[in-house]
């Protein structure tokens, strides 16, 4: 059975950030696992899912785990990044995968965002240039004389990385990369060498995300793509307890229980039906936000880059207090007394308690943007009268204090 399409949210309604829509097949599928029994691991909507992913992503290997995040820590140890080396990660981002890098015993690196919020590649190259030393193929940090072995571009809020400076980058100092793709499902780039290409499929290994808040779920999931079926097998094996022998249980190497359920893999293979309607409705419902709010002094929003076409996962409004009146953080709390929840991004990872005396290469435009974004209500069944409730509360809201 299906529940009601939603439709408007109603005056005074409670109006979340970002909520799944499950609207399809995800019942037959389901039911299918339940009455054949087929729930845990085993089942053919784990295959069915990964195949999907390989042939919708453009990577000949998929591996689906149980999150997003120990997909992250599956890549580093794919990358062989251990004990003693560091690894490049944004300040701006979801925490985990800076602390996928503390789980393999690695340190974090920050790096400071550009003006889509993502790694600035200019700064990092600066940062190759001026603050560290190339020896025998190994990249070595002056200030802490570790290797860095790798680097993990986040493609945030949707908006593609410019993978192509960091490819070059990546190559010429013999890094590994883990593109962290798991805001981006669909987005992909329109320009240069990755022209047609999907995030994720760029990089040595990508890594997605099924969590209830992303364009689809699986009511949590994750998975590694991958062109390299070494690295695909190796993930797999470590993902499930690294078993080398079936029957007698002999293991090698210490393994994980990190792999997808079936149950699991039937929502996201049923999601994954509605992907391409859901971002046309991001992007639908973001022009509209976007013209709505145009003209209006202090806002502007984060667009996707002339390079790349974005997924518009989550719709970023860069609030100007000067002009507008109110702070992020003032508009944040006068929208929730009106039913409207929104969010500014997360506390800068450089500053986090277990990160802040970790390495953070000139930090800047990330504390402009911390003081200043605010995520907007942005789910796919978002109807046009709840986003112009939105911006009527927005606009009577600023330039009264
Ligand atoms: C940038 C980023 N990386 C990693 C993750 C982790 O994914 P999961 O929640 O599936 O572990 C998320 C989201 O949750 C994320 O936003």
């Known amino acids: ?175 590994f990369v883990i593109e962290d793709a798991t805001e981006s499902l669909g987005s992909y780039y329109r320009q240069g060498k990755y022209s047609g290409k999907m995030t994720g499929s760029i990089a040595d290994v990508g890594c997605l995300s099924f969590n209830g808040n992303k364009i689809i779920t699986a009511g949590g999931g994750g998975m590694i793509v991958t062109n390299n079926k070494t690295w695909a097998e190796k993930a797999k094996y470590l993902t499930t307890q690294a078993k080398d022998d079936e029957v007698q249980y002999i293991h090698h190497e210490v393994g994980y229980n990190y ?33 709505l ?19 518009y996962w989550f719709y970023s409004l860069v609030v100007d207090k000067k002009d507008f009146g109110l702070s992020n953080l003032e508009l944040m709390e006068d929208l929730s007394k009106e039913k409207i929840q929104t969010r500014p991004i997360w506390y800068l990872n450089h500053l986090q308690k277990p990160y802040k005396k970790q390495q953070a290469y000139k930090i800047q435009k990330a504390k402009k943007y911390f003081e200043r974004v605010l995520n907007l209500p942005c789910s796919v069944d978002l109807a046009a009268e709840d986003i112009k409730r939105v911006v009527e509360s927005i606009k009577s809201l600023g330039n009264k204090k």
């Open 259 to 291: 792999r997808l359920t079936n149950v699991a893999s039937a929502i996201g293979l049923a999601q994954m039906e509605k992907l391409e309607a859901f971002i046309a409705t991001k992007r639908t419902n973001f022009e509209l936000y976007k013209n």
């Open 1 to 175: 059975m299906m529940p009601n399409i939603k439709t408007a949210n109603p005056v005074n309604s409670f109006i979340p950030l970002s909520v799944p829509v499950i609207q399809g097949n995800e019942w037959t599928y389901v039911k299918e696992c339940l009455d054949t029994g087929w729930v845990s691991s085993a089942g053919k909507y784990v295959q069915k899912f990964e195949e999907t992913m390989c042939s919708y992503v453009g990577t000949k290997q998929a591996v689906a785990c149980i999150n997003g995040t120990s997909a992250l820590h599956i890549s580093l140890l794919l990358a062989g990044v251990g004990a003693g080396d560091e690894v490049i990660v944004p300040t701006v981002t979801f925490i985990a995968p800076v602390n996928a890098v503390r789980y393999v015993g690695a340190q974090p690196v920050f790096m400071d965002c550009d003006d889509y919020l993502n790694m600035d590649v200019q700064k990092l190259k600066d940062f190759f240039t001026e603050e560290c030393l190339s020896r025998k193929g190994m990249l070595i940090n002056k200030k802490t004389k570790k290797q860095i072995k790798a680097i993990i571009p986040v493609h945030i809020f949707g908006h593609p990385v410019d993978m192509e400076p960091l490819m070059i980058l990546a190559k010429q100092y013999n890094l």
């Open 293 to 311: 709010l145009s003209g209006v002094p202090g806002l502007s929003f984060i667009e996707e880059p002339a390079y790349g076409f974005s997924n």
